[in-house]
């Protein structure tokens, strides 16, 4: 039987019933592949892609192109999974113009269904913009990777009054502006509860504590492959760095033992079609 595809509604449903929602970050096919099987409703192709699997310091590095690259090779792996491209920094800081012609590009080019984009109550004209063209967005509060440093670094967020309530503000302005839903990172458990009870659309959390609409991890923290600093917010599920390590270890040992490749690798011949083969060879080597 086929699986319902998620759509933006089924979000929207799953908060009035309070069944969480999970979201999982993906950055080529056969990890779209595998985690949609596995059942995740939202896929993110985060431009955490930037320091997870491209090498680059940090997010802001990344370049449009690149984002694009990613969200296409993620749209062919999914069947099921509601697909969620992430601007990457200065790709709607500009104008109202230049957001609505690149999250059109994510639409068009990246076969998304949404775009998500990082910042306040600043950002809300442009994602209103954006709802009006006919794109669906996704908000994102709290610590906003690409302009940590001017929330003092990579902190939590949102643990006084005035900046808990600013954070509730900016989700409210969002909200106003047609984001479909919000993304909450790192702030206080308690203000994630709250700022979920209080909006109407879901929001989905990443270290705002267990009672968010649902949760997001970045994949290769999720399965235990090193791709950096690990935040305390990180649960690993699985090894799976020190699997594949170990694989390519034994694989090296056996080269260099010679007991790889063994028979069952191989394609053989029969001695008399050898012998006609090598015949034939010595033959045109002699004649060269």
């Not at 019933?17 to 950055?27: P, R």
């Not at 192109?65 to 709607?92: C, K, N, Q, W």
């Not at 302005?173 to 990172?185: D, H, K, P, R, T």
């Not at 699997?243 to 694989?251: E, N, P, S, T």
Request: aromatic share 6%; proline share 3%; glycine share 10%.
């Amino acid at each position: 039987m086929k699986t319902k595809k998620i759509e933006l509604s089924t979000l929207a449903e799953m908060k009035r019933q309070g069944t969480a929602i999970t979201m999982v970050t993906a950055y080529d096919a056969p990890t779209a592949r595998l985690v949609d099987e596995a059942g995740v409703d939202t896929v993110l192709v985060g431009d955490s892609v930037a320091n997870v699997v491209l090498g680059y310091a940090d997010t802001v590095a990344i370049s449009m192109e690149e984002m694009l690259h990613h969200t296409r090779a993620v749209s062919r792996g999914l069947t099921r999974a509601l697909l969620i491209g992430d601007m990457p920094f200065m790709s709607y800081n500009v104008t109202v113009e230049q957001a609505i012609e690149n999250a059109g590009r994510f639409m068009k080019e990246g076969r998304a269904q949404a775009v998500k984009l990082e910042g306040g109550g600043w950002v809300a004209d442009t994602a209103a913009a954006m709802v009006k063209a006919g794109i669906p967005v996704v908000g994102h509060l709290g610590l906003t990777p690409q302009t940590a440093g001017m929330l003092g670094g990579y902190r939590v967020q949102g643990k006084d009054a005035q900046s808990a309530r600013q954070i509730f503000d900016d989700a409210l302005a969002l909200q106003a502006a047609g984001a479909f839903a919000l993304v909450l990172e790192c702030v206080p458990d308690r203000l994630g509860e709250l700022i979920s009870k209080r909006l109407e659309i879901p929001v989905i959390g990443i270290g705002a504590g267990a009672n968010t609409d649902g949760q997001v991890l970045v994949f290769h923290d999720l399965v235990g492959i090193k791709a950096g600093f690990s935040p305390k917010f990180v649960k690993q599920y699985a090894q799976a760095g020190q699997i594949l390590q170990d694989a390519v270890a034994d694989f090296c040992a056996e080269v260099r033992q010679r007991t790889f490749p063994a028979e069952e690798h191989s394609f053989r011949i029969a001695d008399d079609q050898f012998a006609a083969l090598e015949a034939a060879l010595n033959k045109n080597t002699s004649g060269s």
